[in-house]
Structure formats: C-alpha cells, structure tokens
C-alpha cells in the first residue's frame, strides 16, 4: 500500500497510510523493493481503470515518463499489471520540458495535437508477459485493501493529520 502522505486519486483520503502486509522471515531486501514498484503501479491501475471508465473507452497502451521510467523493470511492472504496453519515452527524466514545448507549438498553431506524438521518440516497448495471472490475482486483492482498512486508518490516524 504505497499512501506514505495519504492518497489523492481515485480516492481523497489524506489519512490513508502506507504499509506491507503478508510478509515472513523470508522476505528479502529485493522483495520489500520489488513490492514498492508493484504496489505503485497497482495503484496508477486503480486510477487508469477509473480513467477508461470517464473516457468510455479502453487505452490500447500508454507512454511512462519521468524518473521512473528509467527503470526497464518498473516499465515491464507497469506493463504486467496494467496488461497493455508501455512505451518508455527517450529521456524520461526531461519529457515533461518536451512536453510544455510542444503544448506551446500546439497553442500557437505550429503543429495538430495529432502531429505531437511522432515528435516523441521511444526508447522501448514493454509488453505484457504471457502470464500475469498473478498480477491480475494481486491487483483483486489490492483493490480490496483500502476499503477493509479505511476505518483502522481513521482510527489510528485521524488525531495525527491535520487539515
């Protein structure tokens, strides 16, 4: 559960906290890590199922930018649980500055919206992995959690947040 400040989208609950849960003697390092991405990235599901739901439409795949990005492990997390592709743009950590100066060329007219993204170049594709049975098992299980544990958090942590 990756709300170490609460959570903003797909629900507002600033009380909502962070935590593992199911681990043993055996979890290692690289497992606690590997679960930070995982559970990031369910949660960016959560949200991009609530954002096909306003479009009325499926998104067939999707572009990661930012620092993230960088990382071919995250992408392919991103890739497993969201079941679609993930392009990994050039750059990452400066799309966003490609991004403001295209939106500029499209207000003044230099360039369509459908002109935009064969101007950004990709780096990679991640597609899903044959099987992600048990990204699409986690991901039931993880929508379960903020609901079963929104009273625990309001409980233990709503003295402690202020407005």
């Known amino acids: 559960m990756p709300w170490l400040n609460g959570e903003r989208s797909p629900v507002e609950d600033k009380i909502a906290r962070a935590g ?6 055996r979890t290692d390092r690289a497992m606690l890590v590997r679960s930070v991405l995982e559970g990031v990235a369910y949660n960016s599901r959560w949200l991009f199922d609530a954002y096909e ?6 998104v067939p795949k999707l572009r990661m930018l930012g620092g993230g990005a960088q990382s071919d492990l995250w992408c392919q ?5 969201l079941g679609r592709p993930v392009e990994q743009v ?6 966003q500055l490609r ?3 295209l939106w500029a060329r499209v207000c003044l ?23 992600t049975r048990a990204y699409s098992d986690g991901y039931a299980e993880y929508r379960k959690l903020y609901g079963r544990l929104k009273g625990l958090y309001h409980r233990l942590n709503s003295r402690n947040v202020k407005s």
């Open 99 to 101: 991004g403001v100066a």
């Open 77 to 81: 997390i991103y890739a497993d649980v």
């Open 109 to 131: 007219g230099e360039l369509t919206l459908d002109e935009v993204p064969a101007l950004v170049p990709v780096a990679a594709t991640f597609v899903p992995s044959p099987d």
């Open 90 to 95: 050039a750059d990452p950590r400066h799309a």
């Open 53 to 58: 739901k306003f479009l009325k439409r499926p």
């Open 20 to 25: 593992w849960l199911n681990l043993s003697l």
